[in-house]
């Protein structure tokens, strides 16, 4: 029974990191209705960009506060230069770009970095953990990135309900045309959309190089699991993408419980199962 416990709780923590993943690809969908198929990859950039800071002597936390505005500030210039250009009524276009920009960054960071894997020192942190008795004991980074997860959506959420950019980011995802008739710079919310996306990709990379090792090639794979979190959550709802997460997590982990090779093919039998029986995702917002 422990054994059960400590593997549900594993799942969700696991459900943390996910839901990190997911949270700029939900916003970015939920605003603009464009699938990022480099989202992935950016995540990992995200990862190579702090351990680039770090290597060169930047404190892991200096290094996290530069690199979280410096994605904010690449994503505002990549919406701004490329995507825009290419978003309309037929979705193939942003698609093909998108596509191409995930194997540019794939390239690139191979070309950079080499395909040797990589981790973000954290020391202490990195082998912590929080006894809660009867033999189960929670690692500290873990729960600090589901904290975190849940810190992003409450920030978000705060930005798109309770301010008036906020209201301009809602109108924009309700109606582009009439937001437009209002005054509203559609182009500029979907550039400042971005960049909110790729500083979550910022934060989201640096759970995943301070949890697992990284290389070039893994940004599919992450794109693949917060695809799945947010449809199973509810394509545009942030605390939906974070129930995605848990669940993928949660399905993950008791697929190891049962045989270690089962692990990613539970997350993928369970994002099918909800598929079947809710096809909108568990708490889905009305989207055209």
């Known amino acids: 029974m422990l054994g059960w416990i400590d593997t549900l709780l594993q799942g969700i923590l696991l459900g943390g990191l996910y839901s990190l993943y997911a949270t700029g690809l939900s916003v970015i969908f ?12 950016l995540i990992v950039l995200g990862a190579f960009l702090i351990l680039a800071a770090t290597s060169a002597g930047v404190p892991l936390a200096v ?10 500030v690449v994503g505002y210039a990549l919406q701004s230069v490329l995507l825009n250009r290419a978003l309309g009524r037929n979705i193939l276009p942003p698609l093909l770009i998108t596509f191409g920009l995930s194997i540019i960054v794939q390239n690139g960071l191979l070309e950079t970095f080499s395909a040797d894997t990589r981790r973000l020192d954290v020391g202490p942190l990195q082998s912590a953990s929080l006894p809660l008795g009867g ?11 589901l904290l975190s997860a849940i810190a992003v959506i409450l920030l978000l959420n705060g ?22 008739l209002m005054g509203i710079n559609n182009r500029s919310i979907y550039a400042m959309t971005m960049g909110i996306a790729l500083a979550v990709c910022a934060v989201a990379g640096f759970f995943l190089g301070a949890r697992a090792n990284f290389d070039p090639s893994i940004g599919p794979a992450r794109l693949l699991y917060a695809f799945e979190a947010v449809i199973i959550g509810g394509v545009g709802s942030l605390w939906g993408t974070l129930a995605g997460g848990i669940v993928v997590g949660v399905a993950q982990t008791i697929g190891a419980h049962i ?19 809710r096809p909108r995702g568990l708490f889905p917002r009305a989207v055209d």
């Open 63 to 72: 290094a996290c506060v530069v690199v979280v505005p410096l994605m904010f």
């Open 30 to 41: 939920g605003i603009m209705r464009l699938v990022n198929l480099a989202h992935g990859d």
């Open 259 to 277: 045989d270690p090779e089962w692990q990613i093919l539970s997350g993928h039998v369970a994002f099918l199962i909800v598929l079947v029986i």
């Open 135 to 145: 033999g189960i004991a929670i690692g500290v980074m873990p729960v600090i990135c």
């Open 159 to 180: 930005v798109f309900y309770r301010t008036a950019v906020g209201r301009a980011f809602r109108a924009t995802s309700d109606d582009v045309e009439i937001a437009q």
